[in-house]
């Protein structure tokens, strides 16, 4: 006789029944919601909340994982005043669900976090319940992750926590610090513990179409605000999605332009065709700074990868012939607003320093040096709860930011203040330990398709280290999650080619 089913068979093989009774009912009350009270949002949350927690019981982790990551790309930080805060775009409702305090959203005052934290809490609830059971190891081409990028990721979390405790200990503020040490938490030691659950290679071309699409979606949406919202106002927004998008069109632009060069394919060849231009009128229209440099360092660390011969002659020959050109182009767009030579100013900017906001980070980051002089701050920093020390004043933004002063715009200078050598040297390994297994990865891996998502998670690296250094990128959750699933992209990749052992 057949025994009966285990426990993990009962998990991996959950019964269907009433499940779209279930489903049915919930929809239905909140079209009555929708109708009785016209609040979408409030109708919507309840679909929203019951939709994922069924995904994460039932779907394989690795497409939870993957779900995860789309979502949160796709959707923008309402805290980040996407289309300059003068319009709610198709996603915005879902934005105020997941980023926004619940307390805002459902008036419950209770509930003073945001619908991504309750997300990630029973995520990681649910992932580490799977594994308990083996379903994720079981899973057909599973990789597993090399144990130093576990080891860091436990290592960071602990480092968050004691350097929490020391600033409380001395005379930290505790509210404050909650907004300090929230996305480092997760960043990190969560998202890429949840993002193990990724298979390895089988599970790449999935990612990429999620990051892609993505940002694509993003680019059609600043294109409806900037062309139908604003134009017919005579209004030239200074950006139409956020200032974290940038690091989402730069990795995009890398990975559909490394695939091409890599596989050369039709396929790849057409792909590129039609993504490389809205993607490149995207950054265009975004208007950032950061993306410009993005893109230029991911191309430098694209070519450093290729391998010598004609190729890498040819380009460099092209990119000595193109100085001139570049350098007439800024000499003469250097004055502009707008237009094709929009891109120049910002280039002109980025090194002349003469820009206002070049000028207040400059300020910033002077007091966040000399916040660090003090001994013993060098060695184990002030914690979290503190305030950098405010020595030299630029513009006043605490009207509409009063936490600057704890949280600065340059989150490698600042973590420095809260980490000190000890605390930023383990906060920052998981970034020293995703190049390496990267270009381990790179350099062993035989097939296009593996060279392309190791020097997409270096894009990812760069990209976020750029944002990091220029406009909190400590506190951005697109980042964040592209992080966590690059570290883990990266170590099963090297492990996958035989760059290191399983």
């Given at each position: 006789m057949q025994g009966a089913p285990s426990a993990a068979e009962v998990v991996a093989r959950p019964s269907n029944r009433g499940a779209f009774l279930v489903i049915f009912a919930i929809v239905a009350a909140s079209a009555v919601v929708?109708?009785?009270?016209?609040?979408?949002?409030?109708?919507?949350?309840?679909?929203?909340?019951?939709?994922?927690?069924?995904?994460?019981?039932?779907?394989?982790?690795?497409?939870?994982?993957?779900?995860?990551?789309?979502?949160?790309?796709?959707?923008?930080?309402?805290?980040?005043?996407?289309?300059?805060?003068?319009?709610?775009?198709?996603?915005?409702?879902?934005?105020?669900?997941?980023?926004?305090?619940?307390?805002?959203?459902?008036?419950?005052?209770?509930?003073?976090?945001?619908?991504?934290?309750?997300?990630?809490?029973?995520?990681?609830?649910?992932?580490?319940?799977?594994?308990?059971?083996?379903?994720?190891?079981?899973?057909?081409?599973?990789?597993?992750?090399?144990?130093?990028?576990?080891?860091w990721a436990l290592l960071m979390l602990a480092c968050v926590v004691v350097l929490w405790a020391w600033g409380l200990l001395h005379g930290g503020d505790f509210k404050s610090s909650l907004w300090q040490t929230r996305t480092l938490l997760w960043c990190g030691p969560i998202c890429f513990l949840f993002f193990k659950t990724l298979r390895g290679p089988r599970d790449h071309g999935a990612l990429a179409v999620a990051i892609v699409v993505a940002a694509l979606v993003k680019f059609a949406i600043g294109l409806y605000f900037y062309e139908i919202v604003c134009r017919p106002l005579n209004h030239r927004p200074t950006y139409v999605n956020t200032h974290n998008d940038t690091v989402l069109y730069a990795v995009a632009v890398m990975l559909v332009g490394a695939n091409a060069l890599y596989n050369r394919g039709a396929r790849s060849i057409v792909v590129a065709a039609c993504c490389l231009p809205p993607l490149a009128m995207a950054i265009f229209i975004n208007n950032r700074r950061l993306a410009f440099v993005s893109v230029a360092a991911c191309l430098v660390v694209l070519y450093l990868l290729l391998p010598r011969g004609r190729l890498k002659k040819r380009i460099l020959a092209v990119a000595g012939a193109g100085v001139p050109l570049l350098a007439a182009y800024v000499a003469i767009g250097r004055s502009a607003t707008y237009g094709i030579f929009g891109p120049a100013a910002k280039i002109w900017s980025l090194m002349s320093g003469e820009d206002r906001s070049m000028g207040t980070r400059d300020i910033e980051n002077y007091n966040l040096i000399n916040t660090l002089k003090p001994f013993p701050t060098p060695i184990i920093g002030q914690g979290f709860g503190h305030?950098?020390?405010?020595?030299?004043?630029?513009?006043?933004?605490?009207?509409?930011?009063?936490?600057?002063?704890?949280?600065?715009?340059?989150?490698?200078?600042?973590?420095?203040?809260?980490?000190?050598?000890?605390?930023?040297?383990?906060?920052?390994?998981?970034?020293?330990?995703?190049?390496?297994?990267?270009?381990?990865?790179?350099?062993?891996?035989?097939?296009?398709?593996?060279?392309?998502?190791?020097?997409?998670?270096?894009?990812?690296?760069?990209?976020?280290?750029?944002?990091?250094?220029?406009?909190?990128?400590?506190?951005?959750?697109?980042?964040?999650?592209?992080?966590?699933?690059?570290?883990?992209?990266a170590g099963k990749l090297a492990v996958s080619v035989g760059a290191w052992e399983r």
């Open positions: 929708w109708v009785g009270t016209g609040d979408l949002l409030l109708a919507i949350a309840p679909v929203f909340l019951v939709s994922c927690v069924y995904a994460m019981l039932r779907a394989p982790l690795e497409w939870t994982g993957i779900g995860l990551l789309f979502l949160t790309l796709v959707t923008d930080d309402v805290k980040a005043n996407p289309a300059e805060g003068r319009w709610e775009g198709p996603l915005f409702p879902l934005g105020r669900i997941l980023f926004e305090n619940l307390n805002n959203v459902t008036g419950v005052e209770a509930l003073r976090f945001g619908g991504i934290d309750v997300v990630l809490f029973v995520l990681l609830g649910v992932v580490l319940a799977r594994r308990g059971l083996g379903e994720t190891t079981r899973a057909e081409g599973y990789v597993p992750t090399p144990a130093p990028l576990r080891t305030e950098y020390n405010e020595i030299s004043k630029a513009d006043s933004i605490k009207e509409f930011f009063s936490l600057y002063k704890y949280i600065a715009h340059n989150s490698v200078l600042w973590q420095w203040t809260l980490g000190g050598l000890v605390g930023f040297t383990v906060m920052w390994m998981l970034f020293a330990l995703g190049v390496f297994f990267a270009a381990r990865a790179f350099n062993a891996a035989t097939r296009p398709t593996d060279r392309v998502a190791a020097i997409t998670c270096l894009a990812v690296i760069v990209a976020h280290e750029i944002q990091e250094w220029g406009d909190m990128g400590s506190q951005n959750w697109l980042g964040v999650f592209l992080f966590g699933a690059a570290m883990a992209v």
